[in-house]
């Protein structure tokens, strides 16, 4: 069975401070790798995908993540985050040839002035 | 842009009622997807449909029910509502074929007394 292993429940960082969100999945099979963003009272929202081709995967925001098969593992980063970053993170897999989207319980990153 | 709309942000109900909450999307997709978001627990899967009047039970279908008679609705039911099922729901729809990324509705806060 798959699944996905977010450790950091919540991470606090200072304003134009670097940040990473740590996401670990487990498969047999391929898979597809997601990052959610949801901010207070809303929806989650595509951030970035990896399907295929470049391990390193960019958002229009500054959000980077990289896609490492030996570690299986889907970190995502920031250089230098603001205050409007504050949100729940998630992470997602998706085994190749099925409809499932599998999710992590989340990252609460909070962006302290 | 994509828009799933749930009817309602916010409902209260009491243990016993029958729950309806409502999932429109106004593109045309195939799948539809409802889940539940608990503090810790993530996003998991209660049912998925994809297609008109064809669903698919997924994690934690117990004491729910769903119903897809048009492609852009999606219902979830509770049969008989209990206090366990106070939690945030969400909606959220893709196309079918390739990896499509999943598109979210805001959710609605669900208390039950």
């Known amino acids: 069975a798959q699944s996905v292993t977010q450790l950091d429940s919540q991470v606090p960082v200072f304003e134009e401070a670097p940040v990473e969100l740590r996401c670990n999945y487990s498969s047999s099979v391929s898979v597809y790798l997601f990052w959610y963003v949801q901010y207070p009272n809303q929806g989650l929202q595509l951030l970035l995908k990896y399907l295929s081709g470049s391990t390193l995967v960019e958002s229009i925001n500054g959000f980077e993540a990289e896609f490492n098969k030996s570690q299986t593992s889907f970190h995502l980063r920031k250089p230098s985050v603001h205050i409007s970053d504050t949100a729940e993170y998630f992470c997602a897999v998706t085994p190749s040839g099925t409809y499932k989207y599998i999710f992590g319980t989340g990252t609460r990153l909070k962006v302290l002035a | 842009d994509v828009k799933v709309t749930q009817s309602s942000r916010y409902l209260v109900k009491r243990t016993g009622e029958k729950v309806f909450l409502e999932c429109v999307q106004d593109?045309?997709?195939?799948?539809m997807f409802w889940y539940r978001q608990d503090p810790g627990l993530g996003l998991r899967l209660i049912y998925f449909?994809?297609?008109?009047?064809?669903?698919e039970k997924g994690d934690i279908p117990e004491g729910y029910s769903v119903s897809r008679e048009k492609k852009e609705r999606f219902s979830l039911i509770l049969e008989s509502a209990s206090t366990n099922q106070t939690s945030m729901y969400l909606c959220?729809?893709?196309?079918?074929?390739?990896?499509?990324?999943?598109?979210f509705g805001d959710g609605t806060r669900l208390s039950i007394l």
């Open positions: 959220a729809s893709n196309l079918q074929g390739g990896v499509q990324p999943q598109h």
């Open positions: 449909s994809y297609d008109v009047k064809m669903k």
């Open positions: 593109m045309d997709h195939e799948n």
